[in-house]
Nanobody, 115 residues
Framework: QVQLVESGGGLVQPGGSLRLSCAAS????????MGWYRQAPGKQREFVAT???????YYADSVKGRFTISRDNAKNTVYLQMNGLKPEDTAVYYC?????????WGQGTQVTVSS
């Protein structure tokens, strides 16, 4: 079955960096577009970034220039490098893929930006 496992979250000071990872299994990773989303307390889940099978990337305006999504097809892993973190980036970050119309989510990893 499809499984997405995020890791790399934690507590970081404003201006700091974190790299999130999402390890995928049960899918043909190399041909699957992957995405990152986040959900802050009391808010709806929102789009952060996506990467196509060919490496084309797209970002939410709120993270453009600070976050970078990448993928390693040999490791079946998608990454989210987050630099210049702000308190408003605090959220649970989720990995997502869509396979033949079915949506799959990971369990999420908490990112807290605070001094």
């Amino acid at each position: 079955q499809v499984q997405l496992v995020e890791s790399g979250g934690g507590l970081v000071q404003p201006g700091g960096s974190l790299r999130l990872s999402c390890a995928a299994s049960g899918i043909i990773f190399s041909i699957t577009p992957m995405g990152w989303y986040r959900q802050a307390p009391g808010k709806q889940r929102e789009f952060v970034a996506t990467i196509s099978s060919g490496g084309t990337t797209y970002y939410a305006d709120s993270v453009k220039g600070r976050f970078t999504i990448s993928r390693d097809n040999a490791k079946n892993t998608v990454y989210l490098q987050m630099n210049g973190l702000k308190p408003e980036d605090t959220a649970v970050y989720y990995c997502k893929c869509v396979i033949r119309g079915d949506v799959y989510w990971g369990q999420g990893t908490q990112v807290t930006v605070s001094s």
